[in-house]
């Protein structure tokens, strides 16, 4: 089938990816493109005749594919709204929206181009030596400059939100990498029986092999085998091993402690915890640094066989060839078999490769070699148009220049192991000079790693190695930790040899070294001459390595330029660190899904049929209000009102030790309270400071009953165990905040209310005030309690929450003649602040002990221990500077939470909680204010909305402060 | 941070699952000097290196214990419940 996209297709051949049988239409920038499907973005664009595929970060220069792997920041593009999507690995999807990002008004066209020029005026480190003074002027100026430069633009807010899901998963052993090495690592651990999880990024299987069309002698248990039909056998022996699970499309971006893998699989993150890892990663090709490196068609050789053998493209017409290892040959015999002329080979090796079959081909093709060569200019504006090619001398760079027409410049800089993971786990390097490439060593326990990431080139070698290194993870698997096996990289020679001649600054101004961020080799040699001398200092200064690719193009030529300008040895040198992510990872696939529980009590239907207005409280949904807060309250203070408690923090204390227990964690004494006794009290930090509040109930002698608030109950259960921890006490201490639901019923009339549904005694003398009780309320076994923080006479019933529906029902209704009405946590707020009840951790913080909060009476510091007690004891002695006290406002004016209180503009405290008092009409709270101030009838300022107010100080409660009503 | 901690109770499970509890201190007497308690407040010996430590198991049995760890490594090379860490 003729469709436009073939006009840029070679031949189809069965090692593509693509299917030519099946088209697919995407639009970039809202014009059609066909492609095929198994085609990237990147492959469908360039076969449609797209060079320029993105404008560079810094200088707006023209930027083209170049290592279609997905490895660098040039093909960077908008997909569906999403910015930074890598068009060369982004699979073609029929309506794709493509668009072009960081220009104006096309990559073709951008004006902002012009930056280029003025390089100059943007030197290295140019943000710290620019714009500073006067101060005034990087205001203006910031805004602009970070317009022009940057990467995409963040989506809109009503993009849709693409969810990823977070999975965890665990292997015996874990394969990073699809290539000879990780499959044969994976076939011979699993086949040991392992149970393995293998880990690729690629569509399908087969690392580098799926675009090798050589020929191999002998492969490993294959034999005589092209490199593609290799991968074809390993793969189809990997997906029948029933003890491997294959992930695809997913890149490992992070190794951590514990041997946890960071797996960006799409629209799911992946944890992988595996006892073993072996790292397959292979290597990455690194460019050549020669003057205009980054025009579009100067790009890596393996791109340019991944644009040809797995989608069919058609690179160009002709083709320049740079190398400093063998890499270069192969990839110039794949286009010249494709169609392409061939102008030159330039080797920077002095020596003609006489064994390497694909450079004997090209000389029998007639294909011009150069040992001794580099390439060291790239004709072009916006697109190559040929290079110059330059004689080398002891690895420098001579007069003697040749120039070549062509529209693909193929440059290959030698390998770098992709050993990020391993460094990231703490794993060593060392440069091995024969192989001109830094290799991973001392690997930290529980890593392995084989194949190319160990340096190691020949395919027969990779996939022994890959194999012993299955075999010696899954043995590890059975030893205590046993020290990790040497790698078999020693035994395995080196069969590659690479040079990578001198950068030679004078050679031009646009070397580029970092592709990303715009950094040439001057720049660096710059940073050098500043003094940033250091590879970790100059990174930071220089911004080299810091782009999208986090060095994988640029460390290289980075370490080498660094250790060339200095005079050190690589390993001198040495290398940035490597940390997580290895690759770009989008936000949503760190931050997962909102996962928020939210937990419901058991009346919580009820309140939403009345219409109660929800609001969050902790973990909780507890209704705010049913109608006016107002009215609530006021209902409470004249008739009957109820409120679901159940939210509460329940825990049941038991043991011989229990009293000793709360008489050490409490504040007060608990020992000497009797059975069928109610005592309120408070928890300190041994520092002294509050960390909860609440009533605590002895229902026997070994048996309490204990309540804290509601966000609290966890971390006091955890408290109490701490203090128990180690000691010989007998207690035991249970959360039973869900088992219990509770209904707080309040007001002068919630004792006729409360009668009607029990035989409890509940009359004045009958049942006092923080007093306890058992029995059966509406057929429901019960606790009742009497007490009221709202300073109402009231009883906190606790019953089992299944029956939460049912006694919230039976009160109602028996409330009905005397106007029962529910209340929310609005209208509670009201009615305690008008008793001067705290609530802790909102009217106190971290910092406050119940001296200061005005709270001395619930320290007992004649008790010889307790938790907090020596804080406290200098607490007492040496009174913080502020104190927690009442205030009633002296005009209308209402405060918020928080309001300032003021001396003149200054704060010299604040307001923590405020509310309009039904009680009094006036608006009054608490606040934390300067001790000198702190004393009744004493005046002082609150700022409400920008005016000051006055207000009188209380340290009574407005509402009862006797308590003579709680107790009627 | 993604270190696992064996609890005594429920064996290797990951760090998130626990509250760090802080290196062993031990309390002083009731009455001893205020400079003793300040000490024992606010001072830590903050070792580089092998450190005796409470772990609280929080989102498993909630169950105390003590960690002996590397704070330089997060490796974790014994835990014991604390009565046979404390004798």
Redesign the interface.
Known sequence: MASPADRGRLAEQGYQVTNRAKTVALNINGRPVHAYHGDTVGSALYASGMRIFSRSFKYHRSRGLLCVSGQCANCLVTVDGIPNVRACTERVVEGMDVRQQNAWPSVEHDAMSIIDRFDRLMPVGFYYKTFHTPKAFWKLVQPIIRRMTGLGSVPDKDQPVRHIRHEYAHADVAVVGGGPAGMSAALAAAGAGAQVMLIDDQPSLGGHLRYDVASHDALPGIGKSKGYEAAGRLRAEVESSANIVVLSDASAFGL???N?LGIDAGNRTVKL?AKRIVVATGSIETPLTFDRNDLPGVMLTTGLQRLMHLYGVRPGSTAIVGTTGDQGYQAALDMFHAGLRVAVVADARPEFPADLEAAVELQAHGVLILPSHALTRAEGVKKAVGAVVTRLEDGQITMEERQFDGDVIAMSGGFQPASGLLHQLGAGSKYDAVLDETVPMELPAGLHSAGEVNGVHDLSAIIAQGRQTGVEAFAALGGNGSANVAQASQEVSATTTAVSPQVDMAQGAKQFVCFCEDVTARDIAKGIDEGFADVQTLKRYSTVTQGPCQGKMCHRAFAKITAGQTGRSMDETGATTSRPPMTPVSLGALAGPSHRPIKHTSMDRLHRELGARMIDSNVWHRPQMYGSPQEEAANVRQGVGIIDVSTLGKLDVRGVDAPALLDKLYTHHFSTLRPGRVRYGVICS??GTIMDDGTVTRLADDHYFVTTSTASV?TI??WF??WM??T?MCAHVMDITSGLAAINVAGPLARETLAKLTDVDVSVKGFRYMRSKQGEVAGVPTTLLRIGFVGESGWELHFPAEYGEHMWNALMEAGAEFGIKPFGTEAQRILRLEKMHIITNHDTDILSNPIDAHMEWVVKLEK??FIG???LV?ATENPGRTRLVGFVMQDGAVPHDGSPVVAGFAPIGKVTSSRLSPTIGKGFGLAWIPVDLAEEGKSIQILVDGKTHDADVTLEPVYDPDGTKLRE | MAFLIGCPNCGERNVYEFQFGGEQVVRPKPDAATLEWTKYFYVRRNVAGDQREWWYHKLGCRKWFVALRDTTTNKVHETSWPHEALS
């Open positions: 951590y402690d514990g946890l915890r041994d520092n966890e259960e955890g165990k701490w921890a180690g010989d010889r221990d007690r020596g804080a200098a």
